[in-house]
């Protein structure tokens, strides 16, 4: 009924047509108050095109037919006044239950009509289909590529928890993966080891851990890093005299701790100690990227220093686990009265002339 | 083209699109986009709407503290994001007043942010530093449970279209001239404000909504009106002013606001507006006024009933209508004026427009019974009224329904429902 008086109210534009064209070059005929729902569509009517098959409405590229189907029977649909909310709702809802591929196709076509009740529709039901899930279900529902390192993937908000375990855990696994890779192109590519002298730190660790010059055995894999070592002894000094009580605290702790290291709950123990230490022995330190550096160690939120740190620290820690436990607390255990016969000639680190001092004082 | 080729389906729309799909997601969920592959990793720093409440930080972190949780989130958010913010909204209820919020407003004045929304918990009351006086771009102004201090050479938010202000300590002089300085204010809504006397000068403004303890309310420019709703409570002080008050406030209220399409009056709104009823009121119509709902009208107090009365007779075009009464005895009053029905308006005056009628809490009192059968008479497209007895009162009902029975009724669709069991 109401379908024969709209034609009887507008007899001129009793099922006018127009013609649109989609990138591919076909041509299709569509009524004029189904096309004029779109924007774009409409403004072009209005310059004069579309009116006959020679002349007709260019899409945008967005636009391919099947598409173009779907969006016209969204705008046949919508353009009759006086639905409901509850009719469009309805409609809507059954309307973008669609696979993936062609919703995102449709929400893009539908953007480049600037149909913007559309775009708002689509947008929304793929919120929903975002929301709440983990990254590996929403790559797994878009095809997207799993192309960022392990760190990258960690939460930037959730990165920020001040807990070193956390911290030293998720570069382990960080370092495992480069560690793999590097293995692959140092089969390919011939690289020349520097030999660079990276004992000062090294041997603060030991130091620490109340063991000797074992830190030769570290791999020099991470080449660039090792050269940001170098810069470390000039601003070291300020941290000095802090740094020497903590490392007699650290050390104090170690051997109360001698006897029980094979317990995991201590290890971790040990370990936030560790990182509290070498923590409040680098805190106000900040380098200025080096050019040589990889590209997703400064998207890191931590301090540089500190990452080097942190990498020693993995290291040991790694190989701390991968170890017999009994060997190492023999090992410990004896090399435990050779820590003081440091050498003093150490030649970086300011700091560990300090050690060195602390050493001399205590003999 | 074959999908697996192609591979990703969605990281190449308009970065426009993406934004409105990362806007009607839940914060927590837009940021770990950044976590999906490497085109996605910055796509939500340049999100424009930010809105956060308590479940924004919970799933974060295990510890306790959740109100570190929640401003660790935020202002690490606020570093890491990148581009204009556009709006601005922070409901919780475990903030209180901190430092922090005074950083955060700070940062945003710098952003153009047009929206901004601060509900905070219950507590110590948020005190809104200079900064805020600052947004030069508002439109949109939410404050809950704060205190506002605008500084004196604060010369108003020149683009502000929307002011809510709940529970916010203000000094009267400076609401007004808030007020009036915001030349393109259209709605405002003011609620739980002490001892008020309100002056309102808007001229933009469509739409009010106020509650609280008011004393008086003037709306004296406000001529494009479309929405009132006024709650008002009552106090001794309020009582007495009333007592006292030596103007019509019909006048003051409803004088100025000929474009009126809908008014609600709550609690003690009639009452506020049946003093001075008899000092002579000036006679308006209310073209547009299409719908009126006034509740708590006490029907005992016969200036209240009058006032009711010249509202509808003044809305020639009104279609819905809705009273509840406020009274809870059922005893039958001294037999006083029958007449004012007829005084208000002549015998042939109808309501043409009027369809939808709902009367509740009715006692069954005197007046009640009158004015529904004025109405009943004067209402020849009427459609359906109905009537809901109040609880209190359950004798009474038979007489009502009998009474009901024998109205005269000017429209031969009316539908009379009396609504024995509210469910």
Known sequence: ?363 | MDDDLRGDLISDLPQSIIETILTKLPIKDAIRTSTLSRKWRYKWTTITDLVFNDKCASSYYDRPNSENNLVNFITHLLFLHDGPIHKFALSTSFLQSSPDIDQWLLFLSRKGTKELSIELGEGEWFRAPSCLFMYSKLTHLELVRCELDPPPHFKGFLCLKYLNLQQVLMPPDDIENLISSCPLLESLTLSYFDSLELTLCAPNLKYLSLEGEFLDICLENTPRLATVSVAMYMTDDIAEHFEHSSSCNIDKFLGGVPCLERLVGQIYFTKYLSVGMDRGINRIKYDRLKIVELYQVNFEDLNEVLAVLHVIVSSPNLKELQISGSSNTSAALLASDLGIWEKECSKDYMFDQLKTVKITEVSGILHEMGFIKFLLVHSPVLKEMTIIPSAYVTDGRLNMLVNLVRYRRASAQAEVIFVQEQL
């Open chain 1, 1 to 363: 009924m109401a379908e024969a008086d709209r034609e009887i109210i507008k007899p001129e534009m009793m099922k006018s047509y127009i013609w649109l064209q989609t990138s591919d070059g076909s041509i299709q005929q569509v009524e004029l108050e189904v096309a004029m729902f779109c924007p774009m569509i409409c403004k072009e009517i209005h310059s004069g095109m579309g009116s006959s098959k020679n002349y007709p409405i260019s899409l945008p590229s967005r636009v391919n037919p099947a598409i173009l189907s779907l969006i016209l029977d969204y705008c046949r649909f919508h353009q009759i006044p006086g639905r409901s909310n509850k009719e469009m709702k309805s409609f809507d809802e059954k309307f973008i239950r669609m696979d993936t591929k062609r919703l995102c196709e449709l929400t893009s076509a539908a953007d480049s009509l600037k149909l913007k009740p559309l775009v708002d529709l689509t947008s929304r039901a793929l919120a929903r289909m975002i929301e709440g899930k983990t990254p590996e279900e929403i790559r797994d529902i878009f095809h997207l590529p799993d192309d960022l390192t392990e760190e990258e993937k960690l939460e930037p908000i959730k990165n920020t928890i001040d807990d070193p375990r956390i911290r030293l855990l998720n570069r382990l696994y960080a370092r495992k993966r480069k560690e793999l890779k590097e293995r692959e192109r140092l089969k390919n590519v011939d690289v020349e080891e520097e030999h660079v002298d990276d004992r000062s730190v090294e041997d603060l660790l030991s130091f620490i851990n109340g063991r000797n010059s074992d830190s030769k055995g570290v791999k020099t894999s991470k080449n660039k890093r090792k050269n940001r070592t170098r810069k470390d002894p000039q601003r070291n000094t300020s941290s000095n005299s802090t740094s020497s009580t903590n490392v007699v605290n650290v050390d104090k702790e170690f051997n109360g701790l001698d006897l029980t290291y094979h317990d995991p709950s201590t290890c971790d123990h040990i370990l936030s100690n560790l990182g509290k230490t070498l923590k409040l022995l680098n805190i106000e330190d900040s380098f200025p990227p080096d050019d040589g550096f990889d590209g997703d160690d400064l998207d890191d939120d931590i301090d540089p220093a500190m990452k080097e740190k942190i990498d020693r620290e993995v290291e040991d820690f790694a190989r701390r686990l991968n170890s017999h436990w009994p060997e190492r607390m023999q090992e410990i255990l004896s090399l435990g009265q050779e820590r003081r016969r440091l050498p003093t000639a150490f030649n970086c680190n300011g700091s560990f002339r300090t050690y060195a001092r602390l050493d001399q004082q205590q003999k």
